[in-house]
C-alpha cells in the first residue's frame, strides 16, 4: 500500500488536525498541501474528541511545533531549512511559522494583517503591570524581529507604527536577540 492509501485509509472521517497530523508524516509537501488546502482556507474547522477545532493555521502551527520543536515553549521561528511544508503553505495560513524567509509578499500580508488590519496592540491601561504589558508586545516584536534578520522593505514601516503604539525597543531587541539563539540552536541540532 502507497503513503497516500494509507493517509486515506488513516484519515477517513478524522478531524482537520488529525487529519494534517497523518498527512504531514505520511505525504510529501506537495500532496499535504494539496490535501489540506480547501478546509486550510476557511477561517475555523471542526475539531473531535481527539482534535481540537478552530483556526485551521493556529492548529497546524501547533502541530508543527510537536513535530519539530524540542522546547515548544521558547520556540516562536522555524528556519528554512527545517520547514517540511510546501511553500504555498505560507500564502494560505499567512502566519510566522507557515511563511518562508525569503517570501516578501507573505510576510507584507502577515505585518499589515497583524499592524494593520486587526487594529489591535496593547494599551497600557489593561495590563496591570509594565512586565505584563511588555510581554504582549513579544508577538509584535518576534514578527519584527523576523522580517528585520531577512531585510524585509518594509519593516521600518512596522516598526514605528508598533513604537508609536507603545512598543518599548527593548522589548524588540530582546526578541532580537532570541531569535539569534534560536537559529543557533537549530544550527547545533
Known sequence: MNEFNKYKLLSEGK??????????????????????????????????????????????????????????????????????????????????FFCYDDDVETWGKILNKYFIKLQWMPKREDYSSTKSYNNAWGYFAELLAVVKENNHPEFNIYYEIATGKGMIESVFERKLKELAELKQSFEKG
Open 15 to 96: 478531524a482537520f488536525g488529525d487529519r494534517a497530523k497523518i498527512a504531514l508524516v505520511l505525504l510529501d509537501s506537495n500532496t499535504a498541501y494539496e490535501e489540506l488546502k480547501l478546509e486550510g482556507a476557511q477561517t475555523s474547522v471542526p475539531g473531535s474528541y481527539s482534535c481540537i477545532g478552530g483556526d485551521p493555521a493556529a492548529i497546524l502551527e501547533m502541530i508543527t511545533i510537536e513535530l519539530i520543536c524540542r522546547n515548544p515553549r521558547d520556540t516562536w521561528y522555524l528556519p528554512d531549512n527545517v520547514k517540511f511544508w510546501d511553500r504555498r503553505f505560507g500564502s494560505l495560513f499567512e502566519t510566522k
